[in-house]
Each structure stands twice: as structure tokens, then as C-alpha cells.
């Protein structure tokens, strides 16, 4: 296997917004190797989560092209990319977005499941992850019962449940104090030492700092690309 | 997982969810009501028609049982005739009139059948026993309660009153021998059954004057003989009686009842419109208020197909609980219903309007499951079909 | 037959005077003339049982429709398709063997006043038989329609209460949706009362709108049910009427319903703190997880 991960070809995206077109980006060319962590900064409206969003195959590219692990994401159906997601891309958001109705185990089981892995696995992973998150004790808690930075534990370890190769995060300390932002670095970084690509799109300095690579965005395009280690 | 995460959901707004399925539980009852009721006319009509085994009436020709004071003349002649044919078994005639009952003072009126108490079909003795000889009748429970007699009491009864003459006609003192349930009898009838050679021979009118009529034959066929054949033959043999099959009753009882059935079919309609639409919007408002939740699932790889049947599952759990709470309040309120149809006059007592069958059940299940289905399909293909990156977008400005 | 030859003869008896004879002759219903294909100026015979012979015993009589005639509208006899066919009193009498008697004479009398001293002195006077109000036997005759009336009212209060439990659960659907938007009013200073006011006001306004919608459907349904049954038992009466009072009494019902609905679901909303609404976390969280959450 390549050690390249992914590769982004001549991406660009165009959507139409209050009678506007928008070209949110335009021209975007990205190979990323595997292991690697690598941070997409840029001031707000630069395209970077839509770029994030097309590498991850939640979003249609207007044209160009993007592959992970040999398979071209843009062209497969949404079935097959749900189904390609499910196995190779684990995602983090911002506002973590966990099903408050399950407890954090069922959260990261939740993925597992829709892999049809059986029910035992998936409790001895989700139990294993809830510790190598450091949240071994709140298994059955919900989303409502735990803090901010615990909710993003949870979202990290879901995103980990089916050992995806690649780790997307859109904004994952967005919405974290300056503590509980400086553990998530760490576990983020944790999680790349570990084996895991991490993409991830943010604003936060600290976080973009823990990156090996970082990737500057203006206006839809590419500025700057350069490796920090 | 599914049914795990649908649970969840539902349990999270307990008493979003509770009202919904009260709301869907008396749109059930209703549904299964009116479902009761579409059928249950029909079914305890027959059961009631067949009950004492005569498949054919026969009438005056041009009418139905009872329907006039029409009588069928020569009795005895239409007996033999009818013994002769074909797969007749038994002959049941019966007379209708009405009977003055004197009790000291008083005078009590009574509908009176007049029967051949060995092939009766009118009645069940309840108590006592059948009429034996020509002066001894039984009477209704409401008959013995409004004169006060017993078994074993004598009674002065005349067929005729001359309200000129102040005078009874057609007098004769009978014994009470039994207390009978008469099957064709409206609630609160008072009735009495003697042997129809008295109740032909009391009948007012000169002595010369030919008594010799019935109101009514009932008919037995033989088993395995088919009830078409026979009626047809009874109407070649008697042109002038009009055979009724247990089916054309039926049919004559649809038509007079069809207000009903038509009233079933449109509040039955209702009631489903109704649950389908408390379902359908509290799902869409659930979807609406997850639509993040739900676009997050399909980027971490759940399919859409399992988003929208974990949606649907939520919509069917809340219309099958609350169809299972509907069946016990269904059946409470069609009691009460039937209690107030019950006394729609000149229906036997013994009519049900709401009859309770367990098809009924399953086929007012069946349609909550499929409108539940249906109300959950919708809003959850909407959800599920929704693009992730537009919709993440939205849901974090919003 | 029989019986409806009778009554139709009674109706007309104090009135009617007597026919040139010969040919004699009866009026007939319009839809017995519909269904048999009989015209005016057509020969009938009429007999008393079925299938009777003129001439033998019991015998009929050979009749000229002289006039169709359309019966009164009513409700009593919506259900029987019966046929109704007028004859003079005499005929009818001596057709049937009834010698002079009549089941009742209707007698007319002026004002209320009329009416109870006729009644009083027709009983005093009264020789074997009695006198009774017409309003008091149609009371004992229209049975039929109390009983479907009753019917009906345990339906509509069943109804009710589907309405009512229907109109709570949107109420607290909507104001589930608004609870961020509540927190914040509440946040800005606005009172609990206020905001009860809101949404009882959105409730009243959903209960009214919806009551005019249904009381549209209701007409149109209306409409409807009277075409229907009006073919079905050819009648003109009408089987469904919305009037005023039920258009009152309808929206006025949805109106306490929703207000009713509007409040429960409000006091929802006003007894949790603005925090608790913003978070919605006051169903899920336990207190010891609320100690150490955050």
C-alpha cells in the first residue's frame, strides 16, 4: 500500500447561496501521507470545512477528484460513500454531536453496530476506547450528563470504533475552554501517535501548533503548505 | 442498535411520547369500534337468525317477517305442502298478536306468538317448561315482572277489547307454566308464547270465520341440502308465500342499517386520519428537532435505509402501544356504545351492534401499523436525504 | 302494505270527500309510481292479502290512479322503503273488512289554549278510547332518533377528548421547538407571564384557525352526507345540518381546548430555569451528575 493516504486533485466546489454563485473552493491539490497530522487553518469563510468536508465525502466536489486509499470518494454513490465512511473515516465535529438519547458506551457503539459487529465486540471496544479516552467510568452516563470536554472524549473515541485509517476533526476544540482544548491537543495527538491520520480543520493555534504539517487557506485556495517536525 | 436508539428517543420526551400514544389509544378505540361496529351488526344478526337452526322464513308473499300485519291463510294446507318437499325437515309456524292480560284491576298488553311448542324457534325456557296442553303459556322475564305472576299462576287473557262495549274478546284463562328468553324481541318486551291453536282460535272475528292462518313459517333444510334449492322449490310449490333465506335477511337488514355501517366506515376512516396525522407530526417535529443528530449518523457511516427504519420503528412503537391501550378502551366504550344502541327500537334485545372479534383486532392493528409506517417514512426520508455538509452548516448556525 | 294503507287512509279521513263513483279511484306515492312504472289513468288492483282475486273472499278491488302524490319528508319513516298508496275511508274499510272502524281520527284545534280544552273535554267525554297531544306521541315515536342522537353525543364527547389530547401534544411539541427561543426572552428579562400569555394566544389562534378549517370540512362533509343519503333512502330531508349553534359551540369548545393545552404546555416551560432550557437537561441529568458535569 501507497504511503499516501489521500489525495485531493484540482478540487473545487461551487454552490449558489442568495442568488450568488459561491466558490468556496477553487483549485485545491493535497496529498496526505499516511500517519501523518495534519492541521488546514485560514480565516473564517476560507473554505476550509468545506474542503474538510469534501476530503471526508460528506460533500460533492464540482469537479476534481478525491481518493483514499485507492478509491475515488467523489464518485461512489451515497450508499457506497455512507458505507466507505463506516469503515475508513472516522469524523469529530465541533459540537460533538452524539445521540443524546444513548449512554457514551451505546454513542461509540453506534457505528460499530451498523458494521454488524457483534455485540460483545463491540462492548469490550467501546469499553477500551471509553478508557484510552479516559472515560472509563462514565460509560453509562449521557451526553446531557457530561461536560463539554468529555462529550468531545466520547465523540473522539466514537470516530475511533471501527479503526479508521483516517481522522477527520472539523473545529474539535471550537467549543472547549482553554483547558479542556489543551487535553483534547494532547489526546488528538495521542491518537496519531497511535497509527491514526488526523485532518484537521481549525482556528485554534495550539491545536494547528501540535500538527506536523499545516495547511493555510484564503479565499477558496492553498496559500501556504508547510511541514512544522 | 436500532431498536435500542428508537427507544432512547422515545423515553427522552416521556411525556411527548405518552400523550401521543393516549392520543393514538382513543383514536384506536375508536377505529376498533367502528370496525366492531361495521361488521358486528351483521355477524350477530346471523348468529341470531341461525341460532335455532331455521335457515328459511317464509312470509306473506311481498313482505317480510313481521314487517305487516299480513297473515298467511290455510296454515294447515302450506304445512302439508311443505312437509312434502324435498329437504324440508321441519316446519315451525307461528302466529303474532297481542294479548290482553287482566290482572285485578289492571289490564296488561303483551305480544303473544302463537307456536307448535315441540318445533318452536321463538324461544328459550329459562325456567319451568314449555306449554303442554292448549291453556298453558310461558311469558318473558319482562312480562312476569310487570303483572306481578309466577309460575304456576293463572291469568285471564283475551285477544280482543271493544273499547265501546268495554268488553274482552277471545277470552281464555292460562296457566303460566315457564319463563322463557325470546329471541326476537326487542329489550323490554313483554311477551308471551302459547300454542298456536289457542292463539288462532282467541283471534277476534265471528265464529264461522276461517282462524286457520299463520304470520309466519320457519324452516329447516336438511344437512348438506343446499338452502338455495330448497327456498326455490318452497316458491314453486307456494306461489303465494315469499321464502326468505337467512341472506336476503341479511341483506334487508343491511339496507335498514346501512346508516350505521356508512357511519362506521367514515368515523372509522376518521379516527385512522387522525392517529395517522398525530403520529405524522410528532415524528416530523422528533426529525426536525434531531435533524443533526441524524446527518451526523450518516457521516459516521449509518445508512440511510437504517436512519429512516430506526425513524419508522419510532412511529409504529408509539401507533402499536397505543393501539394496545386502545383495545381495552375500545371494547369499554363499545359496551357503553352497544348499552345506548341496544334500545333502538324494534331490534331484538339480542342484537349486538359492537361485536368483538379477535379479526377485528388485528385488522384495526393492522391499519394503525401501516399508517404508522406510512406517517414515519416521510419525515424520516426527508431527514435522512438531507445533504450532511448544508445541514451540519445550518444546524450549527441554528 | 297493509299497515301503511292504513295510515294513509287516516291521515286524509277528516278531510276527504266522498269520490264519484263509479270508476274509484286512489292516489298513489311518487316512488311506488317510479318503481312499478305506474301512470295516472292506470288500472290496479288492490287486495288485502298477497295475492289476493277480485271476487273471491277477503277480494281485491279494481282502481284508477287518479293522482301521484309526493309524501311528507319524514324522518320516521326514512329507513322503510315502504310504498304508500291513499284511498277513500269507506274502501279502504270495506276493502280490508274493517267494518266503521278507524285506528284514530287526528283532530285540529286553535292555539294551545284550543288544544288542552279539546284534549280535557274529548277525555271526559271519551267512551272507550283516549286523546292525545300530536306532540307527545311524536316524542314516543321518534325513539329511533333519540337513540341515534345519544349516539352520536357519546361519539362527538369521545371525539373531544381525542381533540383535546391531540391539541396538547402539538402544544407541547411547539413549545418544545421554542425553548432556546424561550431562554432567551427569559434571559432578556421578559416575565413568565408574559410568555404564558404567548403561547396561550398561539394556542388560541391554532384552536380557532383549525375550528374554522373544521367547521369548512364539516359543511363540505355535510353537503356530502345529505347528497349521499338523500339518494340512498330518497328523501329531501337533510341528514346533516351545520348551523349556527354547532359553528358556536365548535369553535368555542377548541377554543377553552387550546387555551386549556396552551397553558399546561406553558407551565412546562415557565418552571425551568432559562439554563435548564437552554441545556434541556433537566429530564436527563441526575444531581450526582450535575456535581461533577461542567
Redesign the interface.
Known sequence: MSDVVMKASDLRREYHMGGELVRAVRGVTLEIARGDYVAIVGPSGCGK??LL?LL?G??RPTTGSVTIEGSRIDQLS??AA??????H???V???F?L????TAI?NI???M???KIPRDKRVRRGRELLAYVGLEARYG??P????GG?QQRVAIA??LA?KPQLLLADEPTGELDAKTGTEMIELLAQVNRDGTTIVVVTHDEDLAGAAHRVVHMRDGVVVDDRRQR | ??L??AW??L??HRSRTLLAILGVAVSAAMLLDMVMLSSGMRASFRTLLLSRGFQLRLAPKGTLPFDTDATIPDASGVMRVLRTIPGVTTVSPVLGGQLHIVRGARTIAATALGVDPAVQGDYEITQGRAPASPLELVASDDFLRASGARIGDTLSAASGYDAQLRSFSGQRVLTIVGRAHFLYMPAEQRAVAIPLATLQQMQPGPATQNRDHVSLFMVKAREGEPVDSVLRRIETALPRVSAISTETAMRQVDERLSYFRQLALILGAVSLAVGFLLVTTLVTVSVNERL??IV?????????G?IVLQIVIEGIAIMVSGALGGLGLGLVTARYLNSILASFPGLPAAIDFFLFEPHDAWFALGLLTVAGILAGIYPSWRGASL???VT??E??VG | MLAALLIAAFSQSIDSTPPPRPPRTVAIDERLAADAGIHVGDRLLLTPTPGGDVGSAGSGDSVIVSALVRRRADPSEVARAEYRVRMHLDELQALIGYGDRVDRFAVSARGTAGTDSALRRINDAAFGFRAYRSRDIAVETSRTFLVVSRFHRAIGVITIVASAIFLLCIMLLKVDERRRDVAALRLMGISARSIVRSVMVEAALVAVVGSAVGVGLGWLSSQIINWHYRGVYRTPLAFAVVTPGIVLLAVSLSLALGLIAGFVAAQRLVHMSPLELL???RE???PA??A???
Request: glycine residues 8%.
Open positions: 470545512s468545506t468536508n471526508g460528506i460533500d451515497d450508499a455512507t458505507r466507505f465512511r463506516l469503515h473515516i472516522g469524523f465535529f465541533q459540537r454531536y445521540m443524546p438519547a444513548l451505546e457503539e453506534l457505528p453496530a451498523e458494521a452516563h449521557r446531557a450528563q457530561l461536560s468529555e466514537r470516530a471501527n | 442498535m436500532l435500542r436508539l432512547a428517543t423515553t427522552r443533526g443528530e451526523v449518523m450518516r457521516a459516521i457511516g449509518v445508512a440511510r437504517r445533504p450532511i455538509a451540519l452548516r444546524e450549527a | 441545556s434541556g437537561r436527563e441529568r441526575s451528575a450535575a461533577t458535569a461542567g
